[in-house]
């Protein structure tokens, strides 16, 4: 994780639960803002939804996207990501959802709101790192 200081890489492990905060772009350029569960592959971040959701389609038509950790013992602690979708893909994202609902909810299966919801994931690559 070389990209996030030693001192801040607890935010990232599954124990401390720490939600993420996402912030696409509207077509207008107005910025949307949604709460996420969030994992990591050492080099991006990973968040997961469905294609029916606003955050979907802004990161589908602009990648650029903030993203906000947050200490859940300690809001004022945190890590600010601003960074680059560079990969949606439906592949994998059932499992990943499950994995995210084990690390947030500590149950093995995700229930969706439907059985044919359309599950995606999104890789992250940061590039620029801020720790408070």
């Known amino acids: 994780m070389a990209w996030i ?5 607890d935010l990232l ?4 639960r720490a939600f ?5 772009l509207m077509k207008d350029g107005s910025p949307q803002l949604t709460p996420v569960w969030f994992n990591t592959d050492g080099i991006h971040i990973l968040i997961n939804s469905t294609t029916d959701r606003v955050k979907d389609h802004n ?10 950790i947050a200490d859940p013992k300690n809001p004022y602690r945190y890590i600010q990501v601003r960074g680059k979708v560079v990969d949606i893909t439906t592949e994998g994202a059932r499992q990943h959802i499950d994995a995210l ?3 947030y909810r500590g ?3 995700y229930v969706g709101r439907s059985d044919d919801e ?3 994931k999104y890789k992250i ?3 620029k790192i801020s720790v408070y």
Do not use: I
Not at 5 to 9: A, I, R, T, V
């Open 5 to 9: 200081p030693e001192n801040y890489l």
């Open 13 to 16: 492990n599954d124990e401390t």
């Open 20 to 24: 993420g905060y996402l912030a696409t």
């Open 59 to 68: 990161m589908r038509r602009d990648g650029r996207v903030a993203f906000l």
């Open 101 to 103: 609902v084990k690390k």
């Open 107 to 109: 149950v093995n299966k």
């Open 118 to 120: 359309v599950r995606v």
């Open 125 to 127: 690559l940061p590039k």
